[in-house]
């Protein structure tokens, strides 16, 4: 049971409708303050329509999206999304693109600039700082729009398969370094993805999403000590677990 003033973001029936075709089906599921939570789901469920209805890109046919028990409002919280695809401007620096959010919301240089230094440091970009997209390597590129994001100290971050194509072992490398990133700037993640064993990795807890019309399955807890092993027996017993739920779609 989460206790209610932990709560940072609440759904509350999520509904949505493209005329009569019903994509999400009354979807509710809280978010605790600084909490790391990952989402599976079959291709083709509505991921990407629940997360344009969590940022607000979308409006939702039914329910509400509460973030410090207020309606969310990207005017008033920050909201910030890491994609798949890299999204770097191509016109600036590693440095100018990791600051163009905090210039957004204008604030001021020297914090900016303090926010700035941290977080490069965090993610290893300092030695590239001064370079453009195109000098740089697509897992530095996917630092660069994580850094962005997390720069910002958003009220709530959503990952999109940040790391869905890079090879195995970049992707392994780039999560150590998101969870030390959310472990200093406790940050609350909802990340989507299809791979399990990044699930198991790197959540706190598992939503299990259903097919069309989706709903939520069930939830999986992962309590498991950092860093995780994947040859834990209690690992790879999550892991089975979720696989299990998943064989059943």
Request: glycine share 4%.
């Amino acid at each position: 049971m989460q206790n209610e003033k932990d709560v940072k973001v609440s759904v509350k029936g999520l509904t949505k409708k493209f005329g009569d075709l019903l994509v999400l089906d009354n979807i509710s599921f809280n978010v605790n303050e600084g909490e790391f939570l990952c989402i599976v789901g079959p291709t083709g469920c509505g991921k990407t329509t629940f997360l344009n209805l969590l940022t607000k890109l979308h409006p939702a046919t039914k329910g509400s999206i509460l973030i410090n028990g207020e309606e969310a409002d990207p005017k008033k919280h920050s909201l910030a999304f890491v994609f798949q695809e890299p999204s770097s401007m191509p016109w600036r620096t590693v440095r100018d693109n990791v600051a163009y959010g905090m210039q957004l919301k204008k604030v001021p240089t020297q914090e900016l600039e303090e926010r700035l230094d941290q977080v490069i440091e965090l993610v290893g970009l300092k030695e590239c700082e001064n370079l453009y997209p195109n000098q740089i390597s697509a897992s530095m590129e996917q630092r660069v729009a994580v850094a962005r994001a997390f720069v910002t100290q958003p009220d709530l971050l959503l990952m999109d398969e940040p790391y869905g194509q890079l090879d195995i072992k970049l992707r392994y490398y780039l999560e150590d370094e998101l969870i030390r990133l959310w472990k200093e700037l406790k940050t609350t993640v909802i990340f989507i993805t299809h791979n399990i064993e990044e699930a198991v990795y790197l959540a706190e807890r598992i939503l299990i999403l259903s097919n069309k019309p989706t709903s939520i399955k069930t939830e999986v807890k992962v309590d498991l000590p950092r860093p995780r092993n994947f040859l834990d027996p209690e690992f790879i017993r999550i892991r089975e677990e979720v696989t299990d739920l998943i064989k059943w779609w």
